[in-house]
């Protein structure tokens, strides 16, 4: 990024903040020649994206639509509207870039699992238990046992590739995607 003071080419980093629910990043630079301070903005080009659901039926990704299923699986969990709001976006930009155009409801499912984990226990295995489809106790129990056995928190910029591979082909409802 030139400098807007000497057009010198090369600057540094001081500061990147998340704007507008994660839609853009801005950043405080400064310019290694002339240490003239100026700011960036960085946004994500926008793909519109396909869902593919269950059923075969596709619909464009419709982020107010998970939203309001998250929403629900979070409430009296202490996480605010506004950071599930940047989580949704932060889904969003991954199934932009990752993907392409089109998606299965399975694995925006399964995406968000991994995002909740790092948020809330709570709130993780309450939309596992809708999005999955949970039978009984046993299901509840397992799903327990499985954030137990693994504590590593999940960067969010590196979603694990196995894991989606895995999700796909999982037998798991879209409910909670089409808000039925
Ligand atoms: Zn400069």
């Not at 001081?14 to 240490?35: D, F, N, P, V, Y």
């Not at 991954?94 to 968000?112: D, P, W």
Request: with cysteine; glycine share 4%.
């Amino acid at each position: 990024m030139q400098c807007p003071n000497c057009q010198h080419s090369d600057s540094r980093v001081l500061e990147s903040r998340s704007t507008e629910a994660g839609q853009s990043i801005r950043r405080r630079r400064e310019c290694l020649r002339c240490k003239h301070r100026f700011t960036t903005y960085e946004r994500i080009e926008f793909v519109p994206v396909t869902v593919i659901k269950r059923d075969g039926k596709r619909e464009s990704f419709d982020r107010s639509k998970l939203l309001r299923g998250i929403v629900r699986s979070c409430e009296k969990t202490g996480i605010s509207q506004r950071r599930l709001e940047v989580l949704v976006a932060e889904i969003e930009a991954q199934l932009q870039q990752r993907f392409g155009r089109e998606v299965t409801s399975n694995e925006i499912g399964e995406l968000v699992l991994q995002y909740l984990r790092e948020e809330s226990e709570v709130a993780y295995v309450r939309f596992a238990s809708v999005y999955r489809k949970f039978q009984g106790i046993r299901d509840f129990v397992e799903t327990l046992d499985d954030l137990k056995g693994d504590t590593t928190l999940i960067d969010s910029s590196t979603i694990n590739e196995t894991a989606l591979t895995e999700a796909q082909e999982k037998e798991t409802p879209a409910s909670v995607m089409t808000g039925s």
